[in-house]
């Protein structure tokens, strides 16, 4: 049933001149705003899609499809009507746990990850979350600058907590309050 609402709800926004100008300019995706908005049932595969071009150990779509389920905290960022990021974060008992972050890699390093960020720090906020945790590769160094400039700090470590080339790799456990 949600998937037909999906599909009127597209049918309904769904703009021709716009979607003929992105087609045929395609430099004018890149300068279209970062729209985020909460993820819907539709979207699952192209996030599913992201996370395989993102990273080298991806989720799998069902773990997508039960985070979904389950009324974690998804949203995403769309450019031009394309998904581009998302955002998954978990929340109870006043804390909040970031448990997926990502941009598509040909848009990395433009801000978006940081938008997505500070969205999901503002959704966790009100529900009244005073804390937020997150895990990251000590390898990522990317998302370890973007989570101290964040305010994020290191609190510890999660022994053999990845999958790795050679193995497992620890996770760092970084945290801030809200
Ligand atoms: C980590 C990730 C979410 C960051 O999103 P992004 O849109 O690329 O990053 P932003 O453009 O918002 O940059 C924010 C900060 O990240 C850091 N950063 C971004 N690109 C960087 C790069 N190429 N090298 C080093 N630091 C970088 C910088 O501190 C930057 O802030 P600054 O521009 O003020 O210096 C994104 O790179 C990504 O999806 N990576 C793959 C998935 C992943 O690793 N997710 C995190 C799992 S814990």
Redesign the pocket.
């Known amino acids: 049933m949600s998937e037909l609402f999906d599909y009127i709800r597209r049918w309904i926004n769904y703009d021709p001149e716009t979607e003929f100008y992105y087609k045929h300019f395609p430099s004018l995706v890149e300068t279209a705003e970062l729209v985020l908005r909460p993820m819907r049932r539709a979207d699952l595969k192209s996030v599913a899609a992201i996370e395989q071009a993102?990273?080298e150990f991806p989720w799998e779509p069902a773990t997508f499809r039960d985070c979904f389920n389950v009324g974690y905290c998804c949203w995403i960022g769309e450019k031009a009507g394309q998904i581009v990021?998302y955002g998954i974060c978990s929340v109870g008992a006043g804390e909040s746990h970031?448990l997926?972050?990502?941009?598509?890699?040909h848009?990395?390093?433009?801000?978006?990850?940081?938008?997505?960020?500070e969205k999901l720090m503002e959704i966790a906020k009100s529900y009244r979350a005073d804390s937020m945790f997150?895990?990251?590769?000590p390898s990522?160094?990317?998302?370890i600058?973007?989570y101290?400039?964040m305010g994020f700090n290191e609190i510890g470590t999660r022994k053999d907590y990845y999958p790795a080339r050679n193995g497992r790799e620890d996770a760092l456990i970084m945290a801030r309050t809200l």
């Open positions: 993102a990273y990021a970031v997926n972050l990502c941009v598509a890699p848009i990395q390093g433009n801000g978006y990850g940081r938008i997505m960020l997150l895990e990251v590769r990522n160094r990317r998302a600058k973007l101290q400039q």
